[in-house]
């Protein structure tokens, strides 16, 4: 039986998610007709009313060669909190990575998950490494080791210098962050001022920044404004 409890999910998507994890077990992978938004479950959902799940979804489509440009690369999360979304939407959405990051400052939260993935996914524990770590301490990652990271559930500590240098760290040249930042708050917008002295930033809206640091691309963005309205 999938241990789900701790999540606190109402009756009716606990039954949904129990069957979507039998699927998966029951077929080696994860299912060809996945769609990430089914695993939004006990999601928060955004300031733009958008699960993370559904973000991944969105911000992966908008970088074209995603799955080719992350082949035997690094990817990080940092952040998902007390579900398992993220990660079974990134492993689906990138299926060639070379090594899946799972960053999270709560240990609780680790424990919860990586006991989630070996109970019903446990086909993806080879591809995940999980991370005791916070954004402006991200040691437990390699200098240069992500191609892409992804960062929807941030809390920042530490001052705006320490969270952008870490980024900054562990990002590969030309390799690109997707963040949750509101702008409109001073210390997340002096993190953005901080990376755009690194590379290339831009705010699809005043609530997510896509950061592109200084190198050869990695990844080849879809041409036109990225519509997070869209889906």
Same mark, same amino acid.
Do not use: W
């Given at each position: 039986?999938?241990?789900?409890? @701790?999540?606190?999910?109402?009756? !009716?998507?606990?039954?949904?998610? @129990?069957?979507?994890?039998?699927? =998966?077990?029951?077929? #080696? $992978?994860? #299912? ?51 579900? /398992? ?21 709560? $240990? ?17 524990? $080879? ?12 040691? #437990? ?32 040249? $030309?390799?690109?962050? =997707? ?12 993190? /953005? ?18 950061? &592109?640091?200084? !190198?050869?691309?990695?990844? &080849? ?11």
């Amino acid at each position: 039986m999938l241990r789900l409890c @701790s999540l606190k999910l109402y009756d !009716g998507a606990k039954r949904m998610f @129990s069957r979507l994890m039998q699927s =998966c077990i029951k077929n #080696p $992978g994860l #299912p060809q007709n996945f769609k990430n938004s089914r695993f939004n479950i006990g999601l928060t959902n955004s300031p733009i009313g958008k699960g993370s799940a559904d973000l991944i979804d969105i911000f992966i489509d908008h970088l074209g060669n995603a799955q080719d440009a992350t082949k035997g690369k690094g990817v990080l999360i940092v952040g998902f909190g007390d579900t /398992v979304s993220e990660i079974v939407a990134v492993a689906h959405a990138l299926p060639n990575v070379s090594r899946l990051y799972c960053a999270e400052a709560i $240990g609780e939260h680790i424990d919860q998950a990586a006991r989630t993935i070996e109970t019903t996914l446990p086909l993806l524990r $080879g591809r995940i490494t999980f991370c005791h770590a916070v954004l402006s301490d991200l040691s #437990p990652i390699g200098d240069e080791s992500i191609a892409l990271m992804l960062g929807f559930g941030l809390s920042i500590h530490d001052g705006a210098a320490a969270n952008a240098c870490e980024i900054i760290r562990v990002l590969q040249p $030309g390799g690109m962050a =997707c963040l949750a930042v509101d702008v409109r708050s001073e210390i997340q917008k002096a993190v /953005v001022e901080h990376l755009s002295q690194r590379g290339t930033v831009s705010a699809p809206t005043p609530f997510y920044v896509l950061f &592109q640091k200084a !190198g050869t691309p990695i990844f &080849q963005q879809r041409l036109g404004a990225l519509n997070l309205a869209a889906r």
